[in-house]
């Protein structure tokens, strides 16, 4: 094992703010040859009337094309010719302007805009490219549209998984709860939907919502339903036989709605109730709002979850923060690697409070103590707060979901996991949304600053072959492929170790390093990037980077960053190309690992055992298939690495289909 230098991680603010990389090679030694010759600066004329006169032309010519042309001629539309070879119906097919949907209704925006600026062609899709997108071995509906997941539970024996769903389209709208069910979290049963908008007071949609099972084995679902005047109200609904452990048939309680926006609060900001934890002989849920720009937690008591009062003061709140929806609030165990019920509070407990971001769409959690009897959550780091310090994912991860899992005494983690194309490619698959898979959630003993998430250990029932590499020196500047035959479902896990003379040897190497905005794994630095590239094809003309890559002050500090590059994951243009990414903490004696699970159009990253994780969608057009390819590289000036361990699974499919009725 390498020895690493004594590196105490510094806090800093965010670093994983989303900006595109432009589409560069990975090495310079390897770019093509181009014409990089610009056209000649054009003499300006000092003419004034002949600019004037250009101008009005201008001008005459944008009327007529505004006032004389059929604007809904101009939906693009892609057509697929008989041998299955994709064309553009007209040579104007262009990106139209993004519906920003769910905004006017009050939630966060369900639309993505996946490049910005006028002009941009949609890709031509074909039908194979399209289907190959749907993920083996994640949770997705067989159609349509899904976001968050709502009442996650274990109950007789099954998990249960509810879920926001439009069951007439792959956009968002008609928000339905879908229900499916498994035996492992991996394997799943779709049954009847559970509940549906049908009532005034969840007309525009049955929203985001939590289960709490209660000490005498009943349920009580806790749910956000849009009125038919689009206010935020809480709503409660039972499963209509617990001795079915489907839970099949749901009815929602007569005198609905339980809850309404209290004075100060928006008819819009005032959603996605928590489980529910006891303290003494009564019951707390916890609700996001805001204050204008302040993001802030309500916090609700009751006996029989039919009535309730608001208690005084907030839980907690964070300036600047925004709207605060789907909050989270659960004990992890800083002692014990078991997870925690709901209601746990204590010596050796510490408490997440997890909020998604409206105004940014991202999700961020803070450790801190709970004082059940002033009502409060302090956190451990002020400089750490929610919205301010770290996230779950520094990816594609939103609106998560925690519960406990009695069965097996651990907490695990949900999360919508929203596409990254054109809602004009997801019309067409028929289909948006998947979920990640589900992930242990526990306390970093050794950091004491973070959680660890790890994908539950179910997944790797669906582990078959397998290729391992030992000891493989990858030089600066080369790239290594692999030879695992088709690349497109794996269970990646690698063990690395960074040249331990050019670690000590390098003075001071790139302090100022972000993974958003240092050229993604095309910028070359003494320690880094290094990594794996995933979802190549064979000349690597699309290919998605996952790395670290190690930043050494003056003082001998190091900081490590474990990142994303999408910048080379598609020849297409109307899909997002990101960089994502974060300081991850790597404390003495550890060697650099990574956890990568690739599933067609999902990659999900963990550095660390989990300390620092990304997840992203990735759409190529080559790379699918039987051309999809893995490789090691090593794009550092100085230093060499060697992957001490490289273990390789491919994966089978999940099972996903309807319960058998």
Not at 354 to 363: C, E, F, G, R
Not at 529 to 547: H, K, M, W
Not at 605 to 614: M, N, P, S
């Amino acid at each position: 094992m390498v020895e690493m230098m004594k590196n105490p991680f510094f806090s800093f603010p965010d670093l994983e703010n989303e900006y595109p990389s432009s589409y560069t090679p990975l090495l310079q030694d390897q770019i093509s040859k181009q014409d990089h010759e610009r056209p000649r600066n054009v003499q300006q004329t000092s003419n004034k009337g002949l600019l004037l006169t250009f101008s009005l032309f201008i001008c005459i010519a944008f009327v007529v094309v505004f006032t004389g042309s059929d604007h809904s001629s101009m939906s693009p539309v892609v057509v697929i010719d008989d041998d299955n070879r994709p064309s553009l119906s007209s040579p104007s097919e262009k990106l139209t302007p993004i519906i920003p949907r769910g905004v006017s209704e009050g939630v966060s925006e369900k639309s993505f805009h996946p490049v910005s600026g006028d002009g941009i062609l949609l890709f031509p899709w074909s039908t194979n490219m399209l289907s190959w997108q749907r993920t083996a071995y994640h949770f997705q509906p067989q159609k349509n549209w899904m976001n968050d997941p709502d009442g996650p539970m274990f109950y007789k024996g099954w998990y249960h998984l509810f879920y926001q769903y439009n069951p007439d389209a792959a956009v968002w709208g008609n928000i339905t709860w879908g229900h499916s069910v498994s035996k492992d979290l991996i394997n799943w049963l779709d049954l009847p939907f559970a509940m549906v908008p049908d009532h005034w007071y969840d007309i525009n949609g049955v929203w985001t919502g939590s289960a709490t099972l209660l000490p005498d084995g009943s349920i009580v679902m806790i749910y956000t339903g849009s009125t038919n005047e689009s206010v935020q109200v809480q709503n409660v609904a039972f499963p209509a036989n617990l001795s079915d452990p489907l839970l099949i048939d749901w009815f929602k309680y007569s005198g609905n709605p339980v809850l309404v926006p209290p004075p100060g609060i928006g008819a819009k900001d005032f959603r996605d109730p928590t489980t529910a934890l006891q303290v003494s002989d009564k019951w707390r849920i916890v609700i996001g709002s805001r204050f204008n720009t302040t993001g802030i937690a309500l916090v609700y008591e009751t006996t029989d979850f039919l009535s309730y009062k608001l208690l005084d003061g907030l839980l907690h709140e964070v300036p600047t923060t925004g709207m605060w929806e789907c909050v989270d609030f659960y004990p992890v165990s800083t002692t014990a690697a078991n997870g925690l019920d709901t209601s746990v509070n204590g010596p050796g407990v510490k408490h997440v409070l997890k909020a998604s971001l409206d105004d940014t769409k991202k999700d961020y959690y803070a450790l801190g103590t709970y004082d059940s009897e002033t009502n409060t959550w302090t956190p451990d780091d002020p400089e750490l707060d929610v919205g301010i310090g770290i996230r779950y994912d520094y990816g594609k991860y939103y609106a998560s979901k925690t519960f406990y899992d009695q069965n097996k005494k651990r907490r695990i983690l949900w999360s919508w996991i929203g596409e990254t194309d054109s809602e004009t490619a997801d019309i067409k698959k028929r289909w948006s949304g998947v979920q990640g898979i589900p992930r242990v959630v526990t306390f970093d003993k050794k950091t004491k600053t973070n959680v660890l998430q790890w994908p539950v250990q179910e997944v790797e029932s669906l582990r078959h072959s397998s290729v391992e590499f030992d000891k493989v020196k990858v030089e600066a500047g080369s790239i290594i492929p692999l030879d695992v035959g088709t690349a497109t479902q794996l269970d990646i896990i690698a063990d690395l170790e960074i040249d331990s003379k050019a670690l000590e040897g390098t003075i001071e190497a790139d302090v100022i390093y972000n993974c958003s905005t240092s050229n993604g794994a095309a910028g070359r630095g003494a320690l880094g990037p290094f990594g794996l590239l995933v979802l190549a094809d064979e000349s690597r003309s699309e290919q998605t980077a996952i790395y670290f890559y190690v930043a050494k002050g003056i003082d001998g500090h190091l900081t490590t960053f474990f990142c994303t590059d999408k910048s080379r994951s598609s020849k297409a243009n109307d899909v997002g190309k990101e960089v994502y990414g974060s300081i991850v903490p790597v404390l003495d004696g550890e060697r650099l690992t990574m956890r990568i699970l690739v599933d067609h159009s999902i990659t999900e990253a963990f550095a660390q055992k989990g300390r620092t994780c990304i997840t992203s969608r990735v759409y190529p057009t080559q790379a699918i298939d039987g051309a999809a390819r893995l490789f090691l590289f090593n794009n550092a000036t100085q230093a060499s690495v060697t992957v001490t361990s490289l273990k390789i699974w491919h994966m089978k499919s999940a099972s996903i289909h309807p319960y058998p009725l």
